[in-house]
């Protein structure tokens, strides 16, 4: 059974009901990562990191068998430098009660994930943590499978069971909502400009358009 898609503002993603679950970004899992470029997919999912931190949205960061499939990607890591992944061996994230916890703990329901791969260790949770009242977001450009059906099958498969699927930078705009909330939003470039890619570079141009004064000064 679906459920009703909620629409207008509730619908939105909210810093303060927002709560990012991270899953298994491991070299195992990025070595058998096809449906995306993997440069990219780590790119985007450092971003979105990032930007969670500016808004001070609480992120929890999951290993599956650690000792086999490795340590976090670092560059991961490095944006939660004093924070230990949850090590787990169950495949459902959903299934360990430390992750279960760590998220009732913040007394969100916003819960937006993304892992590898979108097909397992995204799709079994996501659709889990449905059951348990939370609303659930899907970030598919910092997630992937093994091939791009794997993938595609999956965002359909949680799609139809209620979960919505967001690329990253939706969830930054999301989360900012209005330019005028420029404690965020001073931050928001450096991020955009290492990680945004042509968005970035964009941003780049048009900052330097404005900062350049109209030909032949004001006397002119």
Sequence with gaps: MTRTPKV????????????????DHQPFQVANLH????????????????????????????????ERGGHLVQAVQDVFPDQKPINRTAINTWEDRRVVEAVERTGRKQL???GLWTE??????AIHALADGYDVFVVTDASG???TEAHDMAVRRMERAGVVPVTWLVVSSEWQRDW????????LGPILFEH?????????????LLATPPAGGAGA
Excluded: Y
Aim: aromatic share 4%; proline share 5%.
């Design 196 to 208: 945004g890619g042509a968005t970035g570079a964009a941003l780049a141009w048009e900052l330097q």
């Design 145 to 147: 499978g093994v091939s």
């Design 112 to 114: 937006i994930i993304a």
């Design 35 to 66: 449906s995306h470029e993997p440069t990219m997919v780590i790119n985007n999912t450092v971003g979105l990191a990032k930007f969670a931190t500016v808004f001070d949205v609480p992120t929890i960061l999951t290993t599956v068998v650690e």
């Design 180 to 187: 005028a909330r420029e404690e965020t939003a001073d931050q």
């Design 120 to 125: 397992i260790c995204v799709a079994m949770p």
């Design 8 to 23: 207008g503002l509730d619908a939105l993603i909210t810093p303060e009901e927002s709560v990012l679950l991270l899953i």
